[in-house]
């Protein structure tokens, strides 16, 4: 049981850790590239900052469960043929209400073993996706943001910078 809570906590501290250097990393990419004000970008990396470290923590966790497995797997192999599914609950404690008194073989419990291994895989795939996703976005966004800024600069230069195409216009009229 503490073990699952060290993963647990191991992949939060993680997924914070990687999420501030991601956010920071495309924060300060982006003010560079496209020049926009700190606020835009403020305002935009600390929702970015949240997203990475949601996204990474499911990934850094569903890597650590997918060890798990492999690791209860490995378990019920030593075991022989028939699997003594004691020792398994034994040693992962957890799993207990879930095996039940059940008599398994290892090709069973190799398939099974696959099945969830797929399953999990297409879980981090699907992070990566959005991790990568989330960047294109916060990239789009603010080089959208930089662009309406910059045009906003340059129309109040316009109108505040003193020459007028038709100066006449301040003339007393008689």
Not at 90 to 95: F, G, V
Request: glycine content about 10%; aromatic content about 12%; charged content about 20%.
């Amino acid at each position: 049981m503490m073990d699952i809570l060290f993963n647990y906590i191991s992949a939060l501290l993680w997924g914070i850790l990687i999420g501030l250097i991601f956010s920071g990393f495309v924060m300060y990419i982006a003010h560079k590239i496209c020049g926009i004000s700190y606020l835009i970008s403020g305002l935009i990396g600390a929702f970015l900052l949240f997203f990475m470290t949601f996204q990474f923590t499911a990934l850094i966790g569903a890597n650590k469960t997918k060890k798990y497995v492999e690791n209860v797997v490995t378990s019920a192999q030593t075991v022989g043929e028939n699997i003594d599914w004691t020792i398994v609950k034994d040693k992962y404690s957890l799993l207990k209400p879930y095996l039940g008194e059940v008599e398994m073989s290892s090709e069973n419990v190799m398939n099974i073993k696959t099945m969830i291994t797929d399953s999990i895989d297409r879980y981090i795939w699907r992070r990566f996706g959005w991790i990568v996703g989330g960047i294109l976005v916060a990239f789009g966004v603010m080089i959208g943001g930089g662009a309406m800024e910059a045009n906003r600069v340059s129309n109040h230069r316009r109108r505040t910078s003193g020459t007028h195409r038709n100066n006449r216009g301040h003339r007393t009229r008689r």
